[in-house]
């Protein structure tokens, strides 16, 4: 039995039949609104139907029908509830990526209003306006919005003209009772003019007619004049993406129970993404330990990769494919930096068009973006097949564009991937983050970027990164003769604006000073970067409060050596208040 429930508008729904034994746990909360399986047909009716279209292919009544909800199947309570709101605007837009489940929250939606709900699946067949609008009074007529047999609207209208428009408007105007009707994959609506003719009808049918367009892609209709007039309601993908709640009442019903941060990692990584949860947590319950599975699986060997290659990628034009194959050594782009990577200059208009087709390219804000996790590790993995050999190379373009662009530690990690050592090294060093390889912090991975240096990198930076690594590891001689060989090369060069290497010099030197136990060049080294640091932009000291909390406890702890208490503890004490962080931790403690 279904009792109704008042809705926006006047509308009124059925309330959903509960499972006959809800789950407990976590998401029983959210599990105790999840839909069973239809159970024989919930939607309207079929009528009869003409055996062709006006092109004479034949007429597809499965079109018609509300898709089935699996089993598994979540009610998401938030979005049944904002699609119940949004019965107060004429038009409602459902736009997200593939597998994001609007076409599912859409049929779970419908399949509990009272009120008509005609529903069709667009077909890319549908370019053509008779075929169309051949259709979608077919529809109407399946959900009884339609009388059997309407003066002026035939049932396969040979042609689409004004009458025909305006009678069907009329027609829907006068009903007592209004209709909704569901666009689903309405992103196959590709030709202006039936966008045009579309948007009469719901014009002229006024209050009586609800449009839903269930889309990937932005529809043809004038959404800003909608918008603008309040009379469109919008759910996107941030708002179809899965709660963590939500993802908990999903997996527990695929059998796995699983501790909330492991779920609130997957959701990270899936961005809440419907169908990355669904596929991992099928993958998952097959695995002797699920929770590990999920934490390490390799997106590029899972399903994930089979569904967004073919209902992604595989859709793209080569150039696209190419674009999208060569940023996923990114972790975000711009146009300008993706043009470098490609040789090509479109990127900006290749780029913005992904992004509204819900391609898996998110927008970050100003003009940078990033792939999704899950579509970045699968194009990566692809690209080594497709292009192998290049990705060294893609990292060497992205480090010298974000340098010059003056991206540093950006520039680190992409010149370090690629072997450019100079390029890395010069990076870190101009940065002012030679200190975080002193400070011994196990979850700050750039010691390791720098493990494989090759030895034929020379450079002044590249021979300071190499003290700093051999002095953190309290290797006195050899990192004092690296320490001496750059000094000499920066001496050299004799170039203007060292003052970010000059200042790492004599960073090294006060931690060498202390490591010999020889207070006097600990001092001078000290003076020297006291005097640098006015040399260098605040807002690179800014960002490295590590610098003077090691300087002062490599100082006070020579000064502690030779005696002086005082001094000592002069310098201890100021960088026991150095700012909290992870980088200034180990300094801090040693100064206690």
């Given at each position: 039995?279904?009792?109704?429930?008042?809705?926006?508008?006047?509308?009124?729904?059925?309330?959903?039949?509960?499972?006959?034994?809800?789950?407990?746990?976590?998401?029983?909360?959210?599990?105790?609104g999840v839909a069973e399986s239809y159970r024989g047909d919930q939607g309207p009716g079929v009528p009869i139907v003409p055996r062709t279209d006006p092109l004479g292919d034949p007429f597809l009544r499965t079109r018609f029908a509300l898709p089935a909800r699996p089993a598994t199947f979540v009610r998401r309570q938030?979005?049944?509830?904002?699609?119940?709101?949004?019965?107060?605007?004429?038009?409602?837009?459902?736009?997200?990526?593939?597998?994001?489940?609007?076409?599912?929250?859409?049929?779970?939606?419908?399949?509990?209003?009272?009120h008509p709900v005609a529903w069709l699946t667009v077909e890319a067949g549908d370019r053509h306006p008779e075929v169309f609008w051949a259709y979608v009074v077919q529809a109407l007529h399946a959900a009884g919005a339609l009388p059997a047999d309407p003066a002026g609207i035939p049932a396969d209208p040979p042609r689409?003209?004004?009458?025909?428009?305006?009678?069907?408007?009329?027609?829907?105007?006068?009903?007592?009772?209004?209709?909704?009707?569901?666009?689903?994959?309405?992103?196959?609506?590709?030709?202006?003019?039936?966008?045009?003719?579309?948007?009469?009808?719901?014009?002229?049918?006024?209050?009586?007619?609800?449009?839903?367009?269930?889309?990937?892609?932005?529809?043809?209709?004038?959404?800003?004049?909608?918008?603008?007039?309040?009379?469109?309601?919008?759910?996107?993908?941030?708002?179809?993406?899965?709660?963590?709640?939500?993802?908990?009442?999903?997996?527990?019903?695929?059998?796995?129970?699983?501790?909330?941060?492991?779920?609130?990692?997957?959701?990270?990584?899936?961005?809440?993404?419907?169908?990355?949860?669904?596929?991992?947590?099928?993958?998952?319950?097959?695995?002797?330990?699920?929770?590990?599975?999920?934490?390490?699986?390799?997106?590029?060997?899972?399903?994930?990769?089979?569904?967004?290659?073919?209902?992604?990628?595989?859709?793209?034009?080569?150039?696209?494919?190419?674009?999208?194959?060569?940023?996923?050594?990114?972790?975000?782009?711009?146009?300008?930096?993706?043009?470098?990577?490609?040789?090509?200059?479109?990127?900006?208009?290749?780029?913005v068009g992904l992004h509204r087709a819900n391609a898996f390219v998110e927008h970050l804000g100003r003009s940078w973006y990033r792939l999704h996790p899950l579509f970045g590790e699968i194009l990566r993995a692809h690209l080594r097949v497709r292009l192998p050999g290049l990705e060294p190379e893609l990292h060497r373009?992205?480090?010298?564009?974000?340098?010059?662009?003056?991206?540093?530690?950006?520039?680190?990690?992409?010149?370090?991937?690629?072997?450019?050592?100079?390029?890395?090294?010069?990076?870190?060093?101009?940065?002012?983050?030679?200190?975080?390889?002193?400070?011994?912090?196990?979850?700050?991975?750039?010691?390791?970027?720098?493990?494989?240096?090759?030895?034929?990198?020379?450079?002044?930076?590249?021979?300071?990164?190499?003290?700093?690594?051999?002095?953190?590891?309290?290797?006195?001689?050899?990192?004092?003769?690296?320490?001496?060989?750059?000094?000499?090369?920066?001496?050299?060069?004799?170039?203007?604006?060292?003052?970010?290497?000059?200042?790492?010099?004599?960073?090294?030197?006060?931690?060498?000073?202390?490591?010999?136990?020889?207070?006097?060049?600990?001092?001078?080294?000290?003076?020297?970067?006291?005097?640098?640091?006015?040399?260098?932009?605040?807002?690179?000291?800014?960002?490295?409060?590590?610098?003077?909390?090691?300087?002062?406890?490599?100082?006070?702890?020579?000064?502690?050596?030779?005696?002086?208490?005082?001094?000592?503890?002069?310098?201890?004490?100021?960088?026991?208040?150095?700012?909290?962080?992870?980088?200034?931790?180990?300094?801090?403690?040693?100064?206690?």
């Amino acid at each position: 039995m279904t009792s109704s429930t008042p809705s926006a508008s006047g509308w009124t729904r059925r309330e959903a039949e509960k499972p006959a034994s809800a789950p407990e746990g976590p998401g029983a909360k959210v599990v105790s609104g999840v839909a069973e399986s239809y159970r024989g047909d919930q939607g309207p009716g079929v009528p009869i139907v003409p055996r062709t279209d006006p092109l004479g292919d034949p007429f597809l009544r499965t079109r018609f029908a509300l898709p089935a909800r699996p089993a598994t199947f979540v009610r998401r309570q938030r979005l049944v509830e904002h699609l119940d709101q949004a019965l107060r605007t004429p038009l409602t837009l459902l736009n997200g990526a593939a597998g994001s489940g609007k076409t599912l929250l859409a049929a779970d939606w419908a399949a509990g209003l009272r009120h008509p709900v005609a529903w069709l699946t667009v077909e890319a067949g549908d370019r053509h306006p008779e075929v169309f609008w051949a259709y979608v009074v077919q529809a109407l007529h399946a959900a009884g919005a339609l009388p059997a047999d309407p003066a002026g609207i035939p049932a396969d209208p040979p042609r689409v003209d004004g009458r025909l428009l305006a009678t069907l408007a009329a027609e829907l105007n006068d009903r007592d009772r209004p209709v909704v009707l569901v666009l689903d994959d309405c992103d196959r609506v590709t030709v202006p003019e039936i966008a045009e003719q579309l948007e009469f009808v719901l014009h002229h049918a006024g209050r009586r007619l609800h449009l839903v367009l269930v889309t990937r892609t932005e529809p043809l209709l004038p959404l800003h004049r909608y918008r603008a007039a309040g009379e469109l309601t919008e759910i996107r993908a941030a708002e179809l993406a899965f709660t963590p709640e939500e993802a908990v009442a999903l997996l527990e019903l695929h059998g796995l129970s699983l501790p909330v941060p492991a779920v609130r990692a997957l959701v990270d990584r899936t961005r809440g993404w419907a169908v990355g949860l669904r596929l991992s947590a099928l993958a998952a319950r097959e695995n002797a330990d699920p929770e590990l599975y999920l934490k390490e699986f390799e997106a590029e060997r899972s399903t994930i990769a089979d569904f967004l290659l073919a209902e992604v990628l595989k859709g793209q034009t080569e150039e696209t494919q190419d674009l999208l194959l060569r940023v996923s050594v990114l972790e975000r782009f711009c146009p300008e930096l993706a043009n470098a990577l490609t040789g090509r200059t479109d990127a900006e208009a290749l780029l913005v068009g992904l992004h509204r087709a819900n391609a898996f390219v998110e927008h970050l804000g100003r003009s940078w973006y990033r792939l999704h996790p899950l579509f970045g590790e699968i194009l990566r993995a692809h690209l080594r097949v497709r292009l192998p050999g290049l990705e060294p190379e893609l990292h060497r373009r992205a480090a010298r564009w974000l340098r010059g662009a003056g991206f540093l530690p950006e520039t680190v990690a992409h010149g370090a991937a690629a072997g450019d050592w100079d390029v890395a090294a010069g990076a870190l060093i101009d940065d002012l983050s030679i200190g975080r390889l002193l400070t011994g912090v196990p979850s700050d991975d750039l010691a390791q970027l720098f493990a494989p240096m090759a030895p034929g990198a020379t450079s002044p930076e590249t021979n300071l990164v190499r003290a700093a690594r051999e002095l953190a590891h309290y290797d006195l001689d050899h990192g004092l003769a690296r320490l001496r060989h750059a000094e000499e090369q920066l001496a050299d060069l004799d170039e203007p604006g060292r003052a970010a290497a000059q200042l790492s010099c004599a960073l090294l030197e006060t931690l060498a000073a202390r490591l010999a136990g020889c207070p006097p060049q600990a001092e001078k080294a000290a003076e020297a970067a006291d005097a640098l640091r006015r040399e260098v932009p605040q807002h690179l000291l800014d960002r490295h409060p590590e610098l003077p909390a090691l300087l002062l406890t490599h100082l006070g702890s020579v000064r502690l050596w030779a005696g002086r208490f005082e001094d000592a503890r002069a310098a201890l004490s100021a960088v026991a208040g150095a700012p909290d962080g992870a980088l200034t931790a180990m300094p801090r403690q040693e100064s206690r």
